[in-house]
């Protein structure tokens, strides 16, 4: 599939530039502990990461809702909860409600709340024990 590949470019060129802000993001925080499994870049990773998979899920239910209104071949289900579990259920639940996409389906309506307290929970020990360790120590 000629979008898959291009998805697979896109997401490796944005990993290799992802990983250079990182770098140069997390050089200007203060670091003054060092645990081996503590790092300032993999933490400042995370959060890019969360932000980018957020606002790529966003956009993917908006481009959905645009193909829906337009009767155009529509981005599955599978697909969109699949970009949800990996941690854009927040993306996933604004776009539920702003652009009011997926609001009638079940599915959506029980999987997607329930990925974000879950992603929630897994976000609070990241930056909570972690975040403790690298940015106020």
Request: a positive charge.
């Amino acid at each position: 599939n000629i979008n898959t590949k291009k998805e697979t470019i896109f997401m490796q060129d944005f990993l290799k530039i992802l990983k250079k802000i990182s770098v140069r993001i997390s050089n200007a925080l203060p670091y003054s502990i060092n645990y081996p499994f503590v790092s300032k870049i993999g933490l400042t990773l995370f959060l890019i990461y969360t932000l980018f998979i957020n606002i790529k899920t966003f956009v993917l239910f908006a481009k959905d809702k645009s193909y829906a209104v337009h009767d155009q071949e529509r981005i599955s289900e599978k697909r969109l909860l699949k970009y949800c579990f990996w941690g854009g259920a927040l993306g996933a639940l604004l776009s539920m409600y702003i652009i009011h996409h997926k609001t009638q389906k079940v599915l959506f309506k029980i999987l997607v709340p329930l990925m974000f307290i879950l992603q929630l929970m897994i976000f609070g020990v990241v930056i909570g024990f972690f975040g403790f360790w690298v940015y106020l120590h």
